[in-house]
């Protein structure tokens, strides 16, 4: 099975998958003034934005400003749940440093960034087969696609 054919299923439908040629393109992709870009059209104020996001066993409640492993409660600040909402929210993208500071920081700056990342990265690192931050190098940051409930 094909890269892509494996993210077409683990997506299952809930969001588009764009293929590119080369770090150029996916950088013009990412940063369209426009609103072209897959993640403009999905991006939601987190205002407005409420109910469950779910990563695996993990599960955003934007109403209840909860974060649960298991059904453990996360003891996240608000920026880290609203960073953590962004990044497990439909669709799986690679998220750009801008995108991320305005749509889960309210516009702070990229150390602001930064810093939050690094705090969640330590907050998840403690959770066995949980969501990891990668680092997509000179573009932002991504999470794998959870494992499916059938995967071991």
């Known amino acids: 099975?094909?890269?892509r054919e494996r993210v077409l299923s683990q997506l299952d439908g809930r969001?588009?998958?764009h293929s590119?040629?080369?770090?150029t393109e996916l950088r013009e992709l990412l940063s369209s003034p426009t609103g072209s870009a897959p993640v403009s059209s999905t991006v939601l104020p987190l205002t407005e934005a409420r109910?469950?996001?779910?990563?695996?066993?993990?599960?955003?409640?934007?109403a209840g400003h909860r974060v649960t492993w298991r059904g453990e409660v996360l003891p996240l600040t608000p920026t880290e749940r609203d960073l953590l909402t962004v990044l497990i929210g439909p669709p799986l993208v690679v998220w750009s440093y801008e995108r991320l500071c305005v749509s889960a920081l309210g516009g702070a700056d990229t150390a602001a960034l930064q810093s939050t990342i690094r705090r969640l990265r330590r907050r998840l690192r403690g959770l066995p087969g949980g969501p990891q931050v990668h680092t997509v190098r000179g573009i932002g940051y991504r999470l794998d696609p959870p494992p499916r409930l059938n995967d071991h």
């Open 15 to 17: 969001a588009p998958v």
């Open 1 to 3: 099975m094909s890269l």
């Open 20 to 23: 590119c040629s080369d770090l």
């Open 51 to 62: 109910g469950l996001v779910k990563w695996g066993e993990l599960v955003v409640d934007r």
